[in-house]
């Protein structure tokens, strides 16, 4: 496991942008895959963007086009960098670590971030 927390969260205006990041830390960082997952109040959390270790990106279709998820091994961060944003994008951003190359479950994160709240509101 590695320890992740997040940063970057806080209130945006509509059609506004935000960059979110993690920092991890052990000496696995750079061969695990990552993800950023939300909870919106009342909901379920879902998989926002993951990144394998070799910097292979998936994006749910909700921000596709709209969010990008980044890496830096050397630093031990991973970045959500979120434009066009809109008032459903309101949530708890969550940032977790999975040691498959492929994880397809929630439970194939092992570690979780602390989360951070990010508020799209006018």
């Known amino acids: 496991q590695v320890q992740l927390v997040e940063s970057g969260g806080g209130l945006v205006q509509p059609g506004g942008s935000l960059s979110l990041a993690c920092e991890g830390s052990?000496?696995?960082?750079?061969?695990?895959?990552l993800g950023w997952y939300r909870q919106a109040p009342g909901k379920q959390r879902e998989l926002v963007a993951s990144i394998t270790a070799s910097g292979r990106t998936n994006y749910s279709d909700s921000v596709k086009g709209r969010f990008t998820i980044s890496r830096d091994n050397a630093k031990n961060t991973v970045h959500l960098q979120m434009h066009t944003l809109k008032p459903e994008d309101t949530a708890v951003y969550y940032c977790?670590?999975?040691?498959?190359?492929?994880?397809?479950?929630?439970?194939?994160?092992?570690?979780w971030g602390q989360g951070t709240q990010v508020t799209v509101s006018s």
């Open positions: 977790a670590a999975s040691p498959l190359v492929v994880p397809r479950l929630e439970s194939d994160y092992d570690s």
């Open positions: 052990g000496s696995f960082f750079s061969f695990v895959t």
